[in-house]
């Protein structure tokens, strides 16, 4: 089995969950709280993405990481939002991404949520009309940069570092959870 075929066996419990806990986005009810949807996405996504960044550096992993937080704080601008409410937005402990495995773990879950993102996108414009969704709708094609990611992270993960790639992915799924219990 591939690595990426790995990661999604090992995290069908987790994704099931979140996809629960955001399934009030196909029927929100107002901009307000897709807004507060985006801001806690942006808590998460900005300290983790500089995590990812200074891990993917420090292992030199040949990939770059897809716009995320940016898009989130334009997608808010456009909502109304300040850059000063954006800025004082509460930011999560991102999980440790140090080692490699966590990387292409964490990196898994990111580039895959982005599949889910084109749904989302659709279950908002449905409930809300025309609203920013740079965030959710993402650019190009992404489940090829998912296989592209998959092949890069095979590259680089031995296979007997599979099962510690998967449980860093569960444990991103946990936190991230949390986060968005914690903050909504
Ligand atoms: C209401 C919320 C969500 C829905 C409806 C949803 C839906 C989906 C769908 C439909 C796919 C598969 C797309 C396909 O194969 O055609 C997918 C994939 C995925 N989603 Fe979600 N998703 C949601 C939230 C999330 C969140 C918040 C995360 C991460 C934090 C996430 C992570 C993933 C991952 C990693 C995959 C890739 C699975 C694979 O390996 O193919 N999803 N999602």
Redesign the pocket.
């Known amino acids: 089995m591939n690595l ?2 790995h ?2 066996i090992e ?2 419990a987790a ?1 099931r969950a ?9 029927r929100l009810d107002s901009p307000a709280r897709y807004a507060g949807v985006l801001a806690a ?1 942006l808590g998460f996504h900005e300290p983790l993405e500089k995590a990812l960044d200074a891990s993917i550096a420090a292992h030199d992993l040949p990939w770059e990481l897809a716009p995320g937080a940016g898009l989130l704080a334009g997608d808010l601008r456009g909502l109304g939002w300040s850059s000063a409410r954006i800025a004082s937005l509460r930011r999560a402990d991102p999980p440790d991404v140090a080692e490699l495995p966590a990387l292409v773990g964490s990196l ?13 996108t659709r ?1 908002v414009g449905e409930a809300l009309g025309p609203v920013p969704v740079s965030f959710f709708a993402s650019d190009g094609d992404v ?1 090829r940069r ?1 296989r592209r990611f ?1 092949a890069v992270a095979e590259h680089v993960l031995t296979a007997d570092q599979a099962e510690a790639a998967s449980a860093a ?1 569960n444990l ?2 946990r936190i ?2 949390e986060w ?1 219990r914690a903050v909504s």
Do not use: K, M, N
């Not at 979140?18 to 196909?26: K, Q, V």
């Not at 898994?108 to 989302?120: C, M, Q, S």
């Open positions: 990426l075929a990661l999604r995290t069908r994704h979140l996809e629960d806990e955001l399934g009030f986005l196909h996405f898994y879950v990111v580039e895959g949520a982005r599949l889910g993102g084109r749904l989302i279950w489940r998912l998959g992915a991103h799924f991230f959870g968005l």
